[in-house]
């Protein structure tokens, strides 16, 4: 590995859970199969193929990559919120089995849970008694656990992304949270995570919207992944578009350290150009290394998306070399 890959994270955002999304229309999601829709449908059962996620964290460690996201969701039955668990979710020692054999093979596992107000129906009942007490205690219990089953991770995603309207206008039910109510929670919620030695990292996408407070406030203990899965970045004739591209100098020249997210998802193009683009416009000294999310469930559907998305980052690994 050349130098100046060295100690850079490599990641992939990989799904255990799936019921992270509202339950919504058709009607929100047109070009989307009927297949595709129920992917983002509230489920009982888990929506995970262990046979599709081996196969993509074995080529994951072969091309070079070091980090593995992994979106936990109703993925497990924690001990201090069984009620959480649907049909299917893991026992604790046949998924530590699993952490100990990624971590062999070269793939840090880190653990993602979404607090995000439009991606948290996986908390099911409790996503709806957002900042009460009671919400506040089980968030602070599942950080805890999961912290514990990865080990007291150096660090922990938190989400936080979407939480507006026009992300949750199709939805059943819609929470946005809001100015001061918003920093309260997200500062409750990260400090969690802090006090157990785990690094918050989250979306940045609230910084879009919300630039001069969002530089003023953030701790500059949090990890950035602003994200962005296009192809044309400061050329694009979308000029929100180009806010977000503009957002990871911003943040790097804020102070912020910084893990820059791309995807397959829109292009296969886009995690290059991605990393072309922050290598000249985010410091070495933020840069962190790289996040792929490409969306796609650990699902047969999806399985050919999902492990192409693993080639397009070592490929990127291999044109920075």
């Known amino acids: 590995m050349s130098n100046q890959n060295k100690d850079m994270i490599w990641a992939a955002l990989l799904h255990f859970g799936m019921n992270m999304w509202c339950d919504q229309p058709v009607k929100a999601y047109k070009d989307y199969t009927q297949e595709e829709l129920d992917l983002i449908a509230v489920a009982d059962h888990l929506r995970f193929d262990e046979e599709i ?13 070091n980090m593995v996201v992994i979106d936990v969701g109703e993925g497990l ?13 893991w026992t604790l020692d046949r998924f530590g089995a699993e952490l100990d054999r990624l971590r062999k093979m070269g793939l840090e596992p880190i653990p993602k849970l979404n607090f995000s107000a439009a991606h948290d129906t996986w ?10 007490p009671e919400y506040y205690r089980v968030c602070e219990d599942v950080i805890a656990e999961v912290g514990e089953i990865f080990g007291k991770p150096r660090l922990f995603h938190l989400g936080y992304d979407e939480e507006n309207w026009k992300c949750q206008r199709f939805c059943s039910y819609a929470v946005v949270r809001q100015g001061e109510h918003w920093w309260h929670d997200f500062l409750k919620i990260s400090g969690f995570a802090e006090k157990r030695g785990m690094r918050p990292w989250i979306w940045s996408d609230y910084a879009w919207d919300h630039e001069e407070e969002f530089l003023r406030k953030m701790p ?38 910084q893990i820059p997210c791309g995807s397959n998802y829109e292009s296969d193009k886009n995690f ?34 999902l492990r ?12 920075r070399s």
């Open 53 to 65: 996620w081996r196969k993509v964290t074995n080529r994951m460690s072969a091309v070079g990559m």
């Open 77 to 89: 039955q924690l001990k201090s919120h069984p009620e959480l668990a649907v049909k299917g979710s």
């Open 123 to 132: 908390l099911k009942d409790y996503g709806r008694m957002l900042s009460t």
């Open 220 to 257: 500059r203990s949090v990890v950035q992944s602003n994200w962005y899965y296009g192809t044309h970045f400061e050329a694009s004739e979308n000029p929100h578009r180009v806010i977000r591209c503009k957002m990871f100098r911003k943040l790097s020249e804020a102070g912020f350290d």
């Open 272 to 305: 290059s150009a991605l990393v072309s683009y922050c290598d000249k416009n985010v410091a070495p000294e933020r840069l962190k290394g790289y996040l792929m999310a490409s969306w796609f469930a650990t699902l047969p559907l999806q399985e050919k998306k």
């Open 308 to 319: 192409n998305s693993v080639e397009i980052v070592g490929a990127a690994i291999r044109g």
